[in-house]
């Protein structure tokens, strides 16, 4: 028979097990969700030489994920607008929870960890009232929502902290849908994004619209600096031949940078950016333009630095001192010091998002 002696040392004997870190699962620089060659889905870990790490099979088509700070667990997001998210163990491969987002809301394809871990932060649609919501997600209750918070706009798409773990980031698209008409937009002349920062109670910090002309640019992507700059990736929603700036750069107090590559340049990225990412040091920003086929990287003041063509390139994360890029047609790539490295091609078409492991 167990003592009370022996329960309290199993206890402390317990609680001081080294937890498992992410070189548990192969040490990947990031992660991607895949269709694969026969059609099945999967979320992959990928190391910096390209190779595979681990393969976890999804119920459906994933979008982009969450990746816990320390240890070796993911949240893979359906597509929006989907109603599922899944944890998994990415050692064992094990789906510890599956999400279902409560009635009358869907998923927007992201999320973002707390910087210890303890909860999960999701993107949401309230179709009803078509109020942005950010749901919260209590590890410790066994993946149990918890509360939720007003993401102060309209279709959150995306929800980043910022250093420090104290203020989030929240992308609202300002984008009306309601799963019912698919994808279907339902208020594009009257549209306003905007950017908020919000404290982890969910009180409006501080919130940024665009200028009056440029309020069919949903914000729709986030990347985060590691002195706090956001930068926030749109999508034009009105006339083709229009060629609006599709990068913003902001730090809370500041206004609103947006940086400009030049009309031909802005012509050819199609009104469309698919992901954005800051590199490790945080002196360049790229974004990546499937619709126009290129890789556009710019400095931190907004100028212009380079621009890579790569027909339907989407996934960008940052890694080593550049970025890695993923298409639609299974290339891996590095883009680093303005050259442009293969890592590999694979069976598989990569989905829109690579999501990068903290450094």
């Not at 990287?297 to 890695?324: H, Y």
């Not at 890029?325 to 303005?338: A, N």
């Amino acid at each position: 028979m167990t003592t009370r002696r022996g329960f309290l040392a199993s206890l402390l004997a317990a609680s001081t097990v080294p937890k498992l870190g992410w070189a548990a699962a192969g040490d990947p620089a990031f992660l991607a969700a895949a269709r694969d060659a026969n059609g099945s889905f999967a979320l992959y870990g990928v190391g910096a030489d390209g190779a595979d790490r681990f393969r976890i099979p999804l119920p459906d088509r994933g979008h982009a994920g969450a990746v816990h700070p320390a240890e070796p667990l993911a949240v893979a997001f359906a597509r929006r607008p989907g109603t599922f998210a899944v944890v998994l163990d990415c050692v064992t491969g094990e789906t510890l929870a599956r999400l279902q987002s409560p009635e009358g809301r869907h998923f927007m394809g992201h999320g973002s960890f707390s910087p210890d871990g303890a909860l999960l932060y999701t993107a949401e649609n309230d179709f009803v009232t078509t109020r942005g919501k950010i749901g919260l997600w209590s590890r410790a209750d066994g993946w149990r929502r918890i509360g939720e918070l007003e993401s102060h706009g309209i279709g959150p798409h995306d929800v980043q902290f910022l250093p420090g773990g104290q203020v989030m980031a929240v992308a609202n698209g300002g984008i009306e849908t309601n799963p019912a008409k698919g994808r279907e937009k339902l208020n594009l002349p009257v549209m306003r994004p905007n950017l908020s920062y919000l404290s982890l109670e969910g009180e409006l910090l501080e919130q940024v619209e665009l200028p009056a002309d440029w309020h069919r640019n949903s914000i729709r992507h986030l990347a985060i600096g590691p002195d706090g700059m956001v930068a926030f990736a749109m999508q034009w929603e009105d006339e083709p031949e229009t060629a609006p700036p599709l990068l913003g750069l902001h730090r809370m107090g500041q206004e609103p940078v947006l940086a400009y590559a030049g009309e031909a340049e802005h012509r050819l990225m199609k009104g469309y950016v698919g992901s954005v990412a800051i590199s490790r040091d945080g002196t360049q920003v790229a974004v990546s333009c499937p619709r126009g086929g290129r890789v556009v990287v710019f400095d931190t003041s907004g100028a212009l630095l380079q621009v890579v063509p790569r027909a339907d390139v989407c996934g960008l994360a940052p890694m080593g001192a550049g970025f890695v890029l993923t298409d639609g047609v299974g290339g891996l790539l590095h883009l680093e010091g303005g050259q442009l490295t293969p890592l590999g091609a694979r069976a598989r078409a990569w989905d829109n998002h690579a999501v990068a492991l903290r450094a």
